[in-house]
């Protein structure tokens, strides 16, 4: 994507839609007629835009980026063959044991991930990094629930371009606790257990992609592409281990990784 101009003026307009449909509370729909992004390039300028238009309505800044569609069976159901990403902004994290209130949301799902935290700087590489050569630039792992804003969406009728222009329905992060001494985990294959209201559910973290390191280094790759920042202090959600879950008021989720620690969330009105 380096050095390709696209069509500004349309992607600022994507933007601008895609941001006044959030202010107003509009539901969820796929971008389209002269709005619909023409490839994964020009979905990925529009978000870019979104970004930046949001930075200077709010002044809030990229903490990081989430990975969305880590599983085959929802890149097939969208119709792409890989993950995609989106950015998480600073005025969107909480600490753990946090509480969110569903008023604050068209309709939010919580979703159960090893966030990992960037050590230094991670340059554009000309070798593609891969799960060993991306492992130095981490210096923390992290239980998280990731917030997504779905925004009522009819699942049967949005596609991939649409979702990574509205920023792949990033709407926030709670963190646990940072966990520095890891690298003698397996990231691959820490047990991870949920316990919720209904009862309990156990996965392992390489649920999504085979290991949260690979994801990084995905996400590495495709920034670099892009020629987006991936900074010292960022942190990058991983893919979810688990289903998403849509919670009611009440619901209350213990989310906890063998080694890595846990992490809380109660859900308010």
Not at 80 to 94: K, N
Not at 191 to 197: D, I, M, Q, T, V
Request: net charge negative; aromatic share 8%; hydrophobic share 45%.
């Amino acid at each position: 994507m380096a050095g390709t101009c696209g069509n500004a003026e349309k992607e600022q307009a994507v933007a601008r839609h895609l941001l006044a449909e959030h202010a107003a509370g509009t539901p969820y729909t796929t971008l389209t007629g002269t709005l619909a992004p023409a490839d994964m390039e020009e979905a990925y300028r529009a978000q870019q835009a979104f970004v930046a238009q949001r930075r200077e309505a709010t002044g809030a800044g990229v903490a990081g980026y989430k990975i969305a569609l880590t599983s085959k069976a929802m890149q097939d159901f969208v119709g792409v063959g890989h993950p995609l990403l989106g950015a998480i902004f600073d005025d969107t994290l909480h600490e753990a044991p946090a509480e969110i209130s569903l008023g604050a949301f068209q309709r939010v799902g919580v979703e159960f991930e090893l966030a990992l935290r960037l050590g230094r700087d991670v340059p554009a590489a000309a070798d593609p990094y891969g799960a060993e050569t991306i492992m130095p630039f981490v210096d923390a792992v992290i239980p998280a629930f990731e917030l997504v804003e779905d925004r009522n969406a009819v699942y049967e009728n949005f596609d991939a371009l649409s979702l990574v222009a509205d920023n792949a329905w990033s709407a926030g992060v709670v963190l646990g606790a940072p966990v520095m001494d890891w690298r003698g985990l397996d990231l691959s294959s820490l047990p991870a257990r949920l316990e919720e209201n209904a009862g309990t559910e156990s996965a392992t973290t390489g649920a999504a992609l085979g290991n949260p390191l690979t994801a990084l280094a995905w996400a590495a790759n495709e920034l670099g592409r892009q020629d987006r920042p991936l900074l010292a202090g960022m942190i990058v959600m991983t893919g979810s281990t688990m289903k998403t879950r849509f919670p009611a008021a009440g619901e209350r989720y213990l989310y906890e990784i063998e080694g890595a620690g846990a992490v809380r969330l109660s859900i308010l009105p």
